[in-house]
């Protein structure tokens, strides 16, 4: 009997091995696009879609003023600007000879965070979520279970009525005492906790208020810093890819909020996302998957 068992089990792991360790069907995935982009894949050209597979035989035509953000099957990114055709191929040689690569394993997880079917089970299931009392203004961050952050800088965005700005945006210690008061124009701001007003605290509280009327105020959000285990923790995990995505594209920024949110980073998710939209405002596909990413975790009501 424990001789079965044990050939069962061993047979259960060679098996997922080899399902992780197979190859995959495509050489490139689209994770971005952006104009008239086509496709000719054996026969005529077609439109070229977000999330579409790309095999070694297909060949690209990118038009005048367009964008494409491709990802290896290895997980390596590759942005393309200029117009002109591009044969699947050789992008892939030109992938092969930079060596191997553990994105995938965030590529796969953007991919599959953004497919059709994801996007149906989490619409079917969007009736059934109470997300509680909207407030006056809706500050773009997780609730308190999800408030760690990694990095240093953290940027911040709400949405309010169109006529509630400028806006005062309060920041305090759990102590609850004011340690800064900024106002702005803008619906969003950066903070940095490195700064000195906030180098020794462990945890924030931020709020936003309309300087007009004082009403019309956000809920307080919960911002806390990584303890020291997990900060190496995160660390680790981030400089096995950091060499690949360090250049300051859209494409890697992107790969970065699909890394930072599989590790429950969401605050360090989201100024990737808005890093991303950024550095490629024009390109809906980035904005179209933070707002996605913003409703699959409640953030966005």
């Known amino acids: 009997m424990k001789t079965r068992v044990l050939t069962f089990l061993l047979a259960c792991i060679t098996t997922l091995s080899f399902a992780q360790n197979a190859p995959k069907d495509y050489a490139f995935k689209v994770l971005a696009n952006k104009g008239a ?9 077609q439109p070229i879609k977000t999330g579409a597979s790309l095999k070694l035989g297909d060949e690209l035509k990118l038009s005048d003023n367009s964008y494409m953000g491709l990802v290896f099957e290895s ?47 989490r619409l ?3 009736g059934a979520v109470d997300r509680g009392e909207k407030a006056a203004i809706q500050l773009m961050l997780p609730q308190n279970q999800h408030s760690g952050i990694f990095n ?16 005062i945006v309060s920041i305090r210690n759990m102590f609850d005492d004011e340690l800064a008061q900024i106002e702005t124009p803008e619906t969003n701001f950066e903070i940095n906790l490195a700064d000195a007003k906030f180098a020794k605290e462990n945890a924030l509280l931020i709020e936003v208020k309309s300087k007009a009327d004082p009403k019309q105020v956000s809920k307080q959000h919960l911002i806390k810093k990584l303890a020291p285990a997990e900060q190496e ?11 690949e995505v360090s250049e300051q594209t859209a494409l890697n920024k992107f790969i970065l909020a699909g890394f930072y949110e599989e590790n429950n980073l969401f605050i360090d998710a989201i100024s990737a996302f808005e890093e991303a939209i950024k550095l490629a405002p024009d390109v809906t596909s980035y904005r179209e998957a933070y707002d996605d990413f913003l409703m699959r975790h409640g953030i966005k009501k």
């Open 75 to 121: 997980g390596k990114p590759l942005e393309l600007k200029v117009p002109g055709n591009y044969k699947v191929s050789v992008l892939a040689d030109q992938i092969k000879a930079g060596g191997t690569s553990v994105l995938s394993k965030y590529t796969d997880f953007i991919l599959s965070s953004n497919s059709a079917e994801a996007k149906k089970n």
């Open 124 to 126: 079917s299931a969007t």
């Open 233 to 243: 923790s995160v660390k680790k995990s981030l400089n096995e890819i950091i060499g």
């Open 37 to 45: 982009n086509e496709v000719k894949s054996g026969g005529d050209w």
């Open 152 to 167: 240093n800088v953290a940027i911040i965005s709400w949405v309010g009525n169109k006529d509630a700005g400028p806006y």
